[in-house]
């Protein structure tokens, strides 16, 4: 005896254009050069926008995703001051030969080595070396304020 199961309600997701991945080659289809942000750096913006949206004098009652979205920011985003949230993205900014989602990973993941970095980040393998990444990694490192 089989049994029937009733139609599925959800709605089909459209097949992305072309093969998206990222790993050893980044493959990110039309978002390829998108700017992406850390989690430090989504965190500042949520903020900021909803701080001008509380001064305008309107009523503004968050929404229950947005509210835990910042609750996720608040716990995982590495670097809670402005102004390391801004040297961060300096010292990322700097390194050219790193794609924007490759550089937003890194200030998001504050990996300790450049062995991890290259082991979450596989893309970087053949556009850093290990030297030059971990001393980006030890700059990110004195930017972090662990007392936050």
């Keep these: 005896m089989s049994v029937q199961l009733p139609p599925a309600t959800h709605r089909k997701r459209a097949p992305?254009?072309?093969?998206?991945e990222a790993a050893s080659t980044l493959k990110l289809g039309a978002d390829q050069n998108t700017h992406t942000l850390s989690l430090s750096e989504a965190r500042l913006v949520i903020n900021k926008v909803l701080e001008n949206k509380r001064r305008g004098g309107k009523k503004y009652e968050e929404p229950e995703n947005l509210t835990k979205t910042l609750d996720?920011?608040?716990v995982f985003a590495r670097f809670k001051d402005e102004e390391n949230i801004k040297a961060v993205e300096r010292l990322l900014n700097s390194h050219t030969e790193l794609e924007m989602f490759e550089r937003s990973q890194l200030g998001s993941l504050c990996c300790d080595?450049?062995?991890e970095a290259k082991s979450l980040i596989p893309s970087l393998?053949?556009?850093i070396?290990?030297?030059d990444l971990q001393e980006l990694l030890?700059?990110?490192?004195?930017?972090r304020n662990f007392t936050e």
């Design 125 to 127: 393998h053949d556009k």
């Design 72 to 74: 996720y920011l608040e």
């Design 113 to 115: 080595n450049a062995e």
């Design 138 to 143: 030890d700059e990110l490192t004195k930017l």
């Design 129 to 131: 070396t290990d030297g």
């Design 16 to 20: 992305p254009q072309g093969e998206l």
